[in-house]
């Protein structure tokens, strides 16, 4: 009798990354966010030098990608 | 007696330091050459010696290129303060022209279903999307209490000319308001021809009415992408081309001054059809050719997969097609290309041709309006286009209850103004082509933001690539001839010869 | 993905080029950045098609050529700024340089036709409501 495979479960890995401040403004690491509230959930904090972004993915596209898209974005709102 | 000899006296060599260049922006154009530009208009094409001397503040006034340099006002002394405002107010003249474009919808029918409609034009049955009379006199009424002394109406649709009512109505009612308020009219009408009849044909000769039409290329392209019930598109067009072609002689001795224009829209089919499309207007005596790249809204955002293209696949296209009619005119046929062109007047001759997105700050609300058939004011056609799909954002009020005033007072308006000041646009800023270049902000909100980033838009690097085959042919003096003759008005009169 | 790591002097390269050089290859890359110390900035770049790491060093002397490019307008900018805003100032308001504003309405571009031009003696002009922010 052949077994069942159970489903895989998705993995919705979390990523922190820490966004100095003197590059990234606060306001433009925000609008990215709101920007990409479709592919992720993220939390913005921190304090001192470094911006501190937690993304957690929603599926469909990778974490990784869904980062550097992020941070892109910050940059280019930064700007 | 010897003489003695003496030593000839060292020679005083005055140094005379380079001249400090003023403000610039440059462009790598490939095979080492830098173009440089500046914003009033001035630019020029360095190979690598010649720009690495300009750039370190080494080219001085015995160098070759000092003189052209100079006279382009790229040096702080020799530019001259007031003749460079001067020039940069001429080549943004339509920014301080106020609102002088009105595009009227008189329907949103149409006989026609094209691939690409940018309209979502109804069926043409549908009577209910039709501008009624009294619509049309309250636009009307807008329109005149707008600041702008010379107005440019644009009766567009669906097809125009099956509101006939409306049509004959609103051209009468503007001349008349026209003479009133001593204010100058000029009547534009797109039109796919297809409805035409001679009745119509001689109204337009009478009431000096310019005509814009479609034509897409040789006939399996032009029918395959405009689908016309009763048959071929066309046949329709080309027949109504030869017809007001054939009249038209006998009108210009009345004083009618337009020739029929066209343009194509260009598709992913017509990608490999440059040529074809240029010979299909020459057999038809068109000198003019306008290859529009396709706009994201009405059907194309549903057709994309099957006719859509990238900036790199359009410029391809455009080089193709530039390339061909340089070489035909070489060989004494006339015919321009209408992109060119316009950005060419403001190239070689500093003058704005007042496009509403090909300015310093586009002209949605501050240089054109649109006016929806039931009488609904947008910043412009492609606001227009957005609220047929369902986003209402480019709306400004309603001809009935809105003002001139509000409508330049709204916060949309002053939106677009931002997002489209080139001054103040990452990207845009420190472009070597911004004196010469435009945005759409309309296409950058729906492609996903009003502020996109360049790098990621198609519509940047169509207008760069564009600009950069532009400047490319203009360092080459036998394409240059060419081209700068196209900025000449009768430049193509002998084809009409009376 | 590959990724490709290198530090940049801020005495060399502004923070403004740095900025408008990347700002030019988001197309083609990822960038990360970080403040190693004061004159020191971490550049980490990904390529945005996985590209291997020879394809990816090319790209990255494609954004070291660029940050050339931004830091020479950079310093045009910064060199020019006074006499280009004086003279775009001088175009686009001509003899009321000082004062006017778009408030003003100088041109009376935001003025209606018949209150400008009609058959009244003195044209009245609108006055304009400021602007909510």
């Not at chain 3, 308001?93 to 041109?107: F, H, T």
Request: hydrophobic share 40%; proline share 4%; with cysteine.
């Amino acid at each position: 009798m052949a077994t069942k495979k159970s489903p895989k479960k998705t993995s919705l890995k979390k990523l922190s990354i820490k966004l100095h401040r003197e590059i990234y403004k606060e306001a433009a690491v925000k609008e990215a966010a709101r920007e990409y509230s479709a592919l992720a959930d993220f939390s913005i904090s921190g304090s001192g030098a470094y911006i501190t972004a937690v993304i957690t993915p929603k599926g469909g596209v990778p974490a990784e990608r869904v980062e550097a898209e992020f941070v892109n974005m910050a940059l280019c709102n930064s700007i | 007696m010897k003489t003695k000899k003496t030593k000839p006296a060292a020679a005083v060599t005055e140094v005379v330091p380079a001249p400090e260049t003023g403000a610039y922006y440059f462009e790598p154009m490939g095979l080492g050459r830098m173009l440089v530009t500046n914003d009033w208009g001035g630019w020029a094409v360095l190979d690598k010696n010649e720009f690495t001397a300009f750039s370190s503040g080494k080219l001085d006034c015995g160098h070759p290129k000092y003189a052209e340099l100079s006279e382009s006002g790229f040096f702080v002394e020799s530019a001259g303060f007031a003749s460079c405002a001067e020039k940069f107010a001429n080549l943004h003249s339509s920014v301080f022209a106020g609102t002088t474009l009105h595009i009227m919808i008189l329907t949103i029918r149409c006989n026609q279903k094209c691939v690409y409609c940018h309209a979502s034009a109804k069926g043409e049955e549908d009577k209910r999307f039709d501008m009624d009379v009294e619509t049309a006199r309250k636009t009307l009424d807008f329109i005149f209490a707008s600041a702008g002394k010379n107005l440019v109406i644009e009766f567009q649709g669906g097809e125009p000319f099956l509101n006939w009512e409306t049509l004959l109505f609103s051209v009468k009612y503007a001349q008349d308001k026209a003479a009133k308020l001593k204010k100058s009219v000029d009547f534009k009408l797109v039109s796919n021809l297809s409805s035409l009849d001679e009745e119509k044909l001689h109204f337009i000769f009478r009431n000096n009415i310019g005509v814009a039409t479609s034509l897409d290329g040789p006939a399996k392209l032009h029918d395959a992408q405009r689908v016309y019930s009763r048959g071929s598109s066309h046949a329709q067009v080309v027949s109504w081309i030869k017809k007001f072609n054939k009249a038209r002689p006998r009108y210009l001795k009345k004083g009618y001054i337009y020739r029929i224009t066209a343009l194509a829209t260009v598709t992913r089919q017509a990608l490999g059809s440059a040529r074809a499309l240029v010979d299909e207007y020459l057999r038809l005596g068109l000198r003019e050719i306008y290859a529009r790249p396709l706009n994201p809204f009405g059907f194309t955002a549903a057709n994309w997969q099957r006719i859509g293209y990238g900036a790199a696949e359009y410029l391809a296209f455009y080089r193709e097609l530039l390339e061909y009619l340089i070489t035909l005119n070489l060989k004494g046929v006339k015919i321009r290309e209408k992109t060119a062109q316009t950005l060419l007047t403001k190239i070689l001759s500093g003058s704005d041709p007042a496009h509403m997105d090909c300015r310093m700050i586009c002209g949605a609300a501050i240089g054109q309006l649109a006016y929806n058939y039931n009488g609904d004011i947008y910043t412009c056609d492609e606001g227009r286009m957005l609220s047929v799909m369902g986003d209402e954002s480019f709306r400004l009020g309603n001809v009935a209850d809105t003002s001139y005033t509000q409508v330049l007072e709204s916060p949309v308006t002053k939106t677009l103004c931002v997002s489209s000041c080139l001054e103040s646009l990452p990207g845009c800023s420190d472009c070597a082509f911004k004196p010469f270049c435009g945005v759409c902000p309309i296409n950058s909100y729906f492609s996903g933001s009003l502020f996109p980033q360049k790098a990621n838009d198609q519509r940047c690097m169509m207008n760069k690539g564009i600009l950069k085959i532009i400047f490319e042919k203009l360092s080459r003096p036998e394409d240059r001839k060419v081209l700068a003759s196209w900025l000449n008005e009768g430049w193509y009169k002998d084809v009409f010869k009376k | 993905m590959n990724k490709s790591v290198f530090n940049l002097n801020l005495d060399t390269y502004s923070l403004e080029s740095v900025y408008q050089a990347a700002y030019s290859m988001l197309d083609k890359l990822y960038f990360y950045f970080d403040k190693r110390n004061a004159k020191t900035l971490m550049v980490e770049i990904k390529s945005k098609e996985n590209l291997p790491m020879p394809a990816l060093e090319k790209l990255k002397g494609e954004f070291l050529n660029e940050l050339l490019n931004s830091e020479l307008r950079v310093s045009v900018a910064k060199r020019t700024r006074k006499v280009r805003e004086a003279l775009i100032a001088q175009a686009l308001i001509g003899a009321s340089a000082d004062k006017a504003d778009y408030i003003e309405d100088p041109l009376g571009i935001a003025l209606p036709w018949e209150e400008k031009y009609g058959d009244k003696e003195k044209p009245q002009k609108d006055k304009l409501k400021k602007a909510k922010h």
